[in-house]
């Protein structure tokens, strides 16, 4: 199966401008159809400790799915410059610490207490930072497990007016329990260098998801927050309904 991505680098020491044409005077490369393009940003900013991470990541990487145009993005620490041109023998064999993240606009950019998606964010940066070593890949196309931002603002309207969880919401809108699927963010692993990893999730779909597409996950890595009021229902529902491993005690203790 022919890769279905192409990307755009963010590298310190790459061209000083935006690569466009794969012509000979561009520093770029074309492997099975990915497409990869050097450049360097120096206007790239943020704030706080996701900033912090960000800031010392090399490279950052967006990736765009040539199937439906989709978007999603790469920070990679602390691993020998990889991507379309590194040859086979050099792909990285150690595992590689992983976050699969997709995308919350309500916890990951506006807090939101009602799920635990941007502690999570927050703390697989943390973790990645501490290993000095790993990828966090967003999935920017996964909003609400797959069903967009208006869908799940929607399924927020439900549960609020008529006490239905997020599963039951999204089945009342006539979606599925969760409509995410692993293909692209595989093949942007493997486009890393990526072959074995350890995953940060409690999400055991996610594993068999990935290893599905050529990946070893030798070790899965939970990712728990503590419950609040907030989301202490929303976690229930993944751990009973979506099969995620969440610790019951901190759930049905209170």
Known sequence: IAPAIRCAWYWPDA???VCNDLDDDCD???DEGVQTRYFRDDDVDGHGAAADFVDTCEPMAAYRSTIDDTLNCALVRGMPKAGAELPEARREEAPVLV???SRCLTGDVFASS?????EQLAAAQAQIAAAERGILLYMLMQEGRGIGLEQKILAYALQDRHGLDTVEAN???GLGSDLRHYGVGAQILRDLGV???RLLTNNPK???GLEGYGLEIVERVPIVMPPNAANRDYLRAKRDKLGHLIDGVLLDGA
């Open 114 to 118: 009602r799920c635990d998606c941007g």
């Open 195 to 197: 072959r074995r990893m």
């Open 206 to 208: 996610k594993v068999v």
């Open 99 to 101: 976050r699969v993240h």
């Open 28 to 30: 770029a490369a074309t």
């Open 15 to 17: 061209l000083p401008e």
């Open 171 to 173: 089945h009342k809108l």
